[in-house]
């Protein structure tokens, strides 16, 4: 990638942050300040740690806002879930579709919390190559 590429990613990274507080893949202006901190952290134990237990993850990256704006997505959305598509019949049928969208929750933060590192990595070199 260009560094004019680069370069205007960031902007649009620093443009998101003030302008959709409720989007939980946009680096939050804490993010952006502890762009050193976070870049020296581990992608691979950032997803691994998230994957077997959430908080461990977010007690890792030190970063719990987006991680919890999916998690009440999520609650909000099984809730909706239960309460329009429960059936007496096959309350099965329910708790399946539940599952599938906590299986997404769980994939959204773990892409989160390896996405935050990553992008604190690429800032990083585009501010030590400006």
Not at 26 to 45: A, W
Not at 62 to 88: P, Q
Not at 109 to 117: F, G, L, P, S, Y
Request: net charge positive; charged share 25%; glycine share 4%.
């Amino acid at each position: 990638m260009s560094r004019n590429t680069e370069k205007m990613a960031d902007d649009f990274n620093q443009n998101q942050t003030s302008d959709s507080p409720w989007n939980p893949f946009v680096p939050t202006k804490r993010d952006i300040s502890r762009t050193k901190e976070l870049s020296e952290k581990s992608p691979i134990v950032a997803g691994v740690l998230t994957f077997f237990f959430i908080p461990a993850g977010m007690i890792y990256l030190d970063r719990g806002v987006n991680n919890l704006k999916i998690l009440g997505y999520v609650f909000v959305t099984v809730l909706i879930i239960c309460i329009f598509t429960y059936e007496k019949k096959d309350p099965l049928k329910t708790l399946r579709m539940a599952n599938l969208v906590e299986l997404c929750g769980k994939v959204a933060i773990i892409t989160e919390n390896v996405k935050a590192v990553t992008l604190a990595r690429k800032r990083l070199r585009s501010k030590q190559s400006s």
